[in-house]
């Protein structure tokens, strides 16, 4: 499916650089660029995957605007699967400006937003999972997110998405071929559940199972310290960012704002949020405040309640305990270097069977090595390395993944129920849709609009 015309971008970021790179795709890349350039040795025999030094120059045939360097892949063997030219010409913002208008003068438009990475999508030169994985790559915001993003733009996901589609095909054609015999035969008898069946539902849970660690490794997680005021939330804060970034004092309130910084953990970044003091608001401004920690706790991937072990629980303590009683809840016992007025089996008492509650002293830090490795332990989980890359890394794969889990569970609750096997063969054809989503076997245009839309141009 090749584009019937052809579009131009730049391929690397607008500012001041050694090198900038503008990319044409489409019928006409080749003819165009022959119009505005001129070869250092006179002509070019143009060959495919090949290199030509000369100058772009503008439209009155004689003003020099560039000398470049010029690529040109003939298709299908390029990235889009069309002819495309490369212009690597010096990254000076107002000589790329020119050499574009140039370009869209001589008969190319500008390309939308992921025009390039859709038209390859198009043109069969990868499936849709490998076009995120695309972008995954370059919005990566550490290696390992980088390493993921490089595993399934190789194919690791479309690999698996077609195992588990191989496997329902044969469990839906058993079940079809049952169907048929028992008609020709008028017999009652019942279809088996097809064993590719079991088979699919658990590596499709196993696959979803990834989707929180990806995401860790993809997004970053999101830590919020909550606590009454000087528990010593900002301390913790500082001491875990290596620098003063909040306001200490003894005064009660002095955080009124959220204050965010991040780290690193195991290559994992690591979206840190100190928060207001909770209790009585003093005035509208640390009402205010208060009230925004109420709000981002509950998108929290990890909360830090801290508790101060030099005085007594108060009922502002108990009142964050009682909020806090999730799964992604650990406790951070603070001030350990002080006198004790707070005994650990009281706190233990307070909180869910399970939940992580450590000792430390943000201003000494210790304890701090023992509190980043919680933190890794309620988000992460399994390592992608042991997944070999076959990992959940979007939303919109995971609800897809959701979906076709549904379909398979209600597929085996029909046979074993004893409905007729058509109720089964439904479901799975159902689920092989939602996997061809994925993949972008079966997808509609709004869908991805969506998803390219979202891309870089030039990309």
């Known amino acids: 499916m090749l584009g019937k015309d052809t579009i131009a971008a730049t391929a690397t970021p607008f500012g001041m650089a050694g090198i900038g790179i503008i990319r044409m795709s489409g019928p006409d890349a080749l003819a165009i660029t022959r119009r505005v350039f001129c070869p250092s040795g006179g002509k070019c025999e143009w060959k495919s995957h090949h290199l030509y030094h000369g100058d772009i120059v503008a439209a009155d045939g004689e003003t020099i605007l560039d000398e470049v360097l010029i690529s040109f892949m003939a298709g299908p063997r390029s990235f889009t699967g069309e002819d495309v030219v490369e212009i690597n010409c010096h990254g000076n913002p107002n000589i790329i400006h020119a050499i574009l208008a140039l370009l ?105 199972a990834s989707y929180r660690s990806a995401r860790a490794y993809t997004e970053g997680i999101h830590v919020i310290i909550t606590g009454k005021p000087n528990v010593g939330k900002s301390s913790l804060l500082n001491a875990l960012t290596g620098r003063k970034k909040a306001i200490v004092t003894d005064i009660p309130g002095t955080t009124r704002d959220l204050i965010t910084d991040t780290i690193d953990i195991n290559g994992i970044p690591v979206h840190l949020m100190d928060t207001a003091g909770i ?68 706190i233990e008492q307070l909180f869910s069977a399970g939940t992580r509650i450590l000792e430390i002293s943000a201003k000494s830090g210790t304890g701090l090595p023992a509190l980043k490795q919680a933190v890794m332990d309620l988000s ?29 569970q209600h597929a085996k609750e029909s046979l074993a129920g004893g409905l007729s096997g058509e109720f089964a063969a439904f479901d799975l054809r159902e689920a092989l849709n939602h996997l061809d989503e994925i993949t972008g076997r079966k997808i509609n245009d709004e869908i991805l609009d969506k998803i390219f839309s979202s891309f870089c141009i030039g990309k």
Do not use: Y
């Open 104 to 208: 869209q003068t001589a008969g190319c438009r500008p390309a939308r937003p992921g025009e390039f990475s859709e038209r390859a999508f198009l043109n069969n030169r990868f499936d849709l999972s490998q076009a995120e994985a695309l972008a995954a790559m370059i919005s990566a915001k550490s290696a390992k997110a980088f390493a993921l993003g490089l595993a399934q733009l190789k194919g690791s996901l479309g690999r698996e998405i077609e195992d588990l589609r191989s496997l329902i095909v044969e469990a839906l054609s058993g079940l079809e071929a049952a169907i048929d015999f028992s008609e020709d035969t008028a017999e009652d008898s019942l279809p088996e559940t097809p064993p590719q069946i079991d088979q699919a539902l658990e590596r499709m849970q196993k696959l979803l």
């Open 380 to 408: 992460v989980g399994t390592e992608p390395e042991s997944n070999g890359g076959k990992m959940i890394l979007h939303l919109r794969h995971k609800l897809a993944l959701e979906a076709a889990c549904k379909n398979i």
């Open 279 to 346: 209790r009585e608001p003093q005035n509208l401004i640390e009402q205010e405040g208060i009230s925004l920690v109420w709000e981002n706790l509950a998108l929290a991937d990890v909360i830090v309640v801290m508790l101060d072990v030099s005085k007594p629980l108060t009922d502002e303590d108990k009142m964050i305990i009682n909020a806090n009683q999730s799964t992604n809840t650990m406790v951070a016992i603070n001030k350990i270097d002080l006198p004790h007025a707070l005994e650990r089996e009281i």
